[in-house]
């Protein structure tokens, strides 16, 4: 025989597994099913024989030079009767405007390098205020950076020069003509 504890272990191991097995289906409530939609693919059309077809062209090169001479263009308006007209395209030489690149002509004038940060930006905003285009180098110092304080940059160096003497008196100090590159001012 069982004892009284056997049997309320193996009533209350009983319900616990009905618990788990049906109670979360009968508060789920009805389910819904996902099916995927997919798109079909029409077919390829079969093209009619009123429609031109038209031949794949190898891509044009707009940076070529042009021909020299005459150039004949056949255009032909049906099989039938095939026409000929004649282009004629004439060379002119322009001058092409040489390409500057930038990055390896701009100047700046380097006023001078600081150690204080706010004197440097302090001078920089004195000469924007003038009308210059003056800039710190870097923008966000750390402590015990130096700090560079520039005009420019510009991409004529006379311009420059000019403004040397002028920068003089403002400041007081002697500026420096520099080759400017962007990625490493």
Known sequence: MSSPFQRRLVG???LVAIGVIVLPDVFDGKKKHYQEEFASIP????LSKDVEQFEIQEPVDFDAELPGEPVEV????????PEKETLTIVEKKQPQPSK???AKSAWIIQLGVFR??????NLALKLRKQG?????????PKPGDLVRVAVGPDVSKPD????????????????????FTPLNP
Do not use: C, M, R, W
Not at 74 to 81: F, H, L, M, R, V
């Open 12 to 14: 209350t191991i009983i």
């Open 43 to 46: 077919i390829k059309p079969e």
């Open 74 to 81: 056949t255009i032909k308006s049906s099989p039938a009767e």
């Open 100 to 102: 500057v690149d930038y």
């Open 116 to 121: 204080n940060a706010d004197n440097a930006k």
């Open 132 to 140: 210059y285009q003056a800039h710190t180098f870097p923008k966000d």
């Open 160 to 179: 420059l020069e000019k403004l040397l003497p002028k920068l003089k008196e403002i400041t007081g100090l002697n500026g420096q003509l520099l080759k």
